[in-house]
């Protein structure tokens, strides 16, 4: 998948890997089953549902998106992470300088930190920085996560990512 990224954008979303379906389809979130285009759209980041195959569209509202593992596809249990995964990521958020990352999942988020998969992890704010982005994990719009999909945390970055698109076309 092409990473869809510029400098300075308010948020860039990063999943873990590109689906099946995604790479089939060359879009972002392109599996039925997936509910992030809904949940952008749900949680007030596009004024409509964008479509995956719309994904370049999102630059035009200042959001980006990567992955972690640019290549493989498939399922995260299918995939071997790296830890030149983790470093070319970080190297990617210290140059474009996103206000905003957004983890798609907490699995993305401990792979990114190194963190031991049955460490706890808290969706919401984590603490540190890439550079001068700030970091947010969200639960994960995969439909095989459906038992642990929740709104709210993405409602709550939504409020985050409006007002700094406020403040980015009021100056």
């Not at 860039?12 to 379906?21: E, K, L, Q, R, Y």
Request: proline content about 6%.
């Amino acid at each position: 998948m092409p990473d869809v990224l510029a400098r300075e954008l308010l948020l860039v979303f990063c999943g873990t890997a590109a689906s099946a379906a995604s790479a089939r389809a060359t879009a972002y979130y392109a599996n039925p089953g997936n509910s992030f285009w809904r949940a952008l759209h749900q949680a007030g980041f596009t004024p409509s549902q964008l479509a995956p195959a719309d994904f370049r569209n999102l630059l035009g509202l200042g959001i980006g998106l990567t992955d972690l593992c640019k290549n493989s596809a498939g399922n995260d249990s299918e995939i071997a992470f790296t830890q030149g995964d983790v470093v070319a990521l970080r190297d990617k958020f210290l140059c474009y300088q996103p206000k905003i990352a957004a983890f798609t999942s907490k699995t993305a988020w401990r792979i990114f930190t190194s963190q031991p998969l049955g460490k706890p992890a808290a969706y919401g704010w984590q603490t540190g920085q890439i550079g001068q982005t700030v970091c947010f994990v969200l639960p994960s719009p995969s439909g095989s996560a459906r038992r642990y999909w929740d709104l709210a945390p993405w409602q709550t970055l939504a409020d985050a990512y409006k007002r700094l698109l406020g403040a980015a076309t009021a100056g």
